[in-house]
């Protein structure tokens, strides 16, 4: 079974940078479009940023152009560049495929905070 791990969360102040990755134990990437979701308290988990097979990326309104998905199909890894962070980013972040398809790994937390 494929497991997915999520890291590089962490406390960061509004306006900072963080990058996080998600390493599969599987060679799936090649294979799915995959997708960074992230779940704040008490909301329903959202997919904000996408990139297919062939490197093609879109991005939920309120990440465009502050957070950059890319691959490394090579190295098992997604990686999400989230830069100009906003309190409103806080949340736990999560990989999957795009459809959410594989088991969920535990997140990675993200707190914007001053």
């Known amino acids: 079974q494929v497991q997915l791990v999520e890291s590089g969360g962490g406390l960061v102040q509004p306006g900072g940078s963080l990058r996080l990755s998600c390493v599969a134990s599987e060679s799936i990437f090649s294979l799915y479009a995959m997708g960074w979701y992230r779940q704040a308290p008490g909301k329903q988990r959202e997919l904000v940023a996408v990139?297919?097979?062939?490197?093609?990326?879109n991005y939920e309104d309120s990440v465009k152009g502050r957070f950059t998905i890319s691959r490394d199909n090579a190295k098992n890894t997604v990686y999400l560049q989230m830069n100009s962070l906003k309190p409103e980013d806080t949340a736990v972040y999560y990989c999957?495929?795009?459809?959410?398809?594989?088991?969920w790994g535990q997140g990675t937390q993200v707190t914007v905070s001053s």
């Open positions: 999957n495929t795009q459809g959410g398809t594989m088991p």
């Open positions: 990139i297919t097979i062939g490197g093609i990326t």
